[in-house]
């Protein structure tokens, strides 16, 4: 026995496990909903305040060339001011088997204790067999304040800075 049946037995061996391993996982990858989805989760810092920022309202429709016109409206009922509100929705046929799912990456921040209509447009392809949707928010981020400011002047000329002894006007030069 060579070296070269060693290796040939070797590789076979991993590739057969390897083969096996395959086939019985296969089935975690393919789900009801397609080839390795599984459900959105939200971050920890959203997961805390997710049962205070809610979609109250939506509506999403298809118009000309595959736009697709959404309107969410969001209660946000935390303490906090929130941002880059991630809507997911699912698109069912008449029966209620699912079809297809988007997600919406809302941009606006919404106030604390406020509700706020956000609208968007965007070109989507979605299942044609879709009939019916179910959304919901996945996931934001809390909005904090930021690490620096910027100090900014009014615009009204340029002053010297006290205790300079210019008069602020430089002299004519021929």
């Known amino acids: 026995m060579t070296r ?10 991993v590739l057969g496990a390897l083969a096996i391993f395959s086939i019985t996982q296969a089935g975690s990858f393919l789900t009801t909903r397609g080839l390795f989805v ?3 989760r939200p971050s920890a810092e959203a997961e805390i305040m997710l049962q205070d920022v809610v979609l109250t309202g939506y509506q ?3 118009s000309l060339d595959n736009m697709w016109e959404a309107d969410f409206q969001i209660l946000n009922n935390s303490g906090q001011s929130v941002k880059n ?4 929705c699912e698109f069912l046929d008449e029966t209620g088997k699912y079809r297809d799912r988007k ?6 921040t ?43 002047q009014a615009d009204g000329g340029h002053e010297q800075a006290p205790g300079t002894g210019d008069s602020g006007h430089a002299p004519a030069g021929h």
């Open 103 to 108: 997600f919406w990456k809302l941009a606006e």
């Open 110 to 152: 919404i106030p604390a204790y406020q509700q706020v209509m956000i609208s968007s447009a965007d070109r989507r392809f979605v299942n044609t067999g879709a009939r019916a949707l179910n959304c919901f928010i996945t996931d934001f981020q809390v909005v904090k304040k930021p690490a620096f400011t910027l100090d900014r």
């Open 60 to 62: 999403v429709g298809e």
């Open 85 to 88: 509100v991630i809507v997911y």
């Open 38 to 40: 599984s459900d959105p």
């Open 4 to 13: 070269q049946y060693w290796a040939n037995l070797a590789l076979c061996l």
